[in-house]
């Protein structure tokens, strides 16, 4: 099982090519990342999920972007938007399962389960995924960490 991020990502959106439809999609993956040794079909389904939460949380026309580099025996994957953010309180809570953050987002479709998902299959996966919000303005930010194998030392 080998994951391409470049071509999961690719898959993604044109998977998701109607949803995002109402955003401008950026997308900056570092030169030549590492193969990963994961099931496609779990890995596009946390990335979909990640970038539906984008599309629906922030409002038409704002940018989404993906970025993906390798950082200490890692790689990383990021979603960000410029959306409403997520309380510093919720956080954690957003990957329970059923936990909705604003009783407005009852309007919206969904059932509060994508990020539990996420969570349960990139922790299957060896990795971490966290909550936290832009720094400089509003606005979420997604961050996938999954680590590479070791190299053997000769
Ligand atoms: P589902 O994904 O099952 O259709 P959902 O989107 O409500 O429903 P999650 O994806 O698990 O469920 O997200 C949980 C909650 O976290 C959302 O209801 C929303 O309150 C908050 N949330 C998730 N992503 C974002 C985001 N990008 N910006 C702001 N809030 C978010
Ligand atoms: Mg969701």
Redesign the pocket.
């Known amino acids: 099982q080998a994951v391409y991020v470049d071509e999961a990502v690719g898959a993604v959106l044109r998977r998701a090519e109607t949803v995002l439809a109402r955003h401008r999609i950026t997308v900056t993956l570092a030169p030549e990342l590492p193969m990963l040794r994961l099931d496609p079909t779990l890995f596009e389904q946390v990335l979909f999920?990640l970038l539906?939460?984008?599309a629906?949380?922030?409002p038409e026309g704002t940018p989404i972007g993906i970025e993906g580099w390798q950082e200490n025996g890692s790689v990383i994957l990021q979603i960000g938007?410029e959306?409403?953010?997520?309380p510093p309180a919720?956080l954690e809570r957003?990957?329970d399962i059923f936990?909705?953050?604003?009783k407005t987002?009852q309007v919206?479709?969904?059932?509060?389960?994508?990020?539990?998902i996420c969570r349960g299959f990139i922790e299957a996966m060896g990795g971490t995924i966290r909550a936290a919000n832009r720094p400089d303005r509003s606005g979420?930010l997604?961050r996938i960490r999954l680590p590479l194998p070791q190299e053997i030392a000769p």
């Open positions: 999920n539906d939460n984008a629906k949380y922030a938007d959306g409403p953010g997520i919720d957003v990957f936990y909705r953050v604003r987002d919206l479709a969904g059932t509060g389960l994508g990020l539990a979420a997604f």
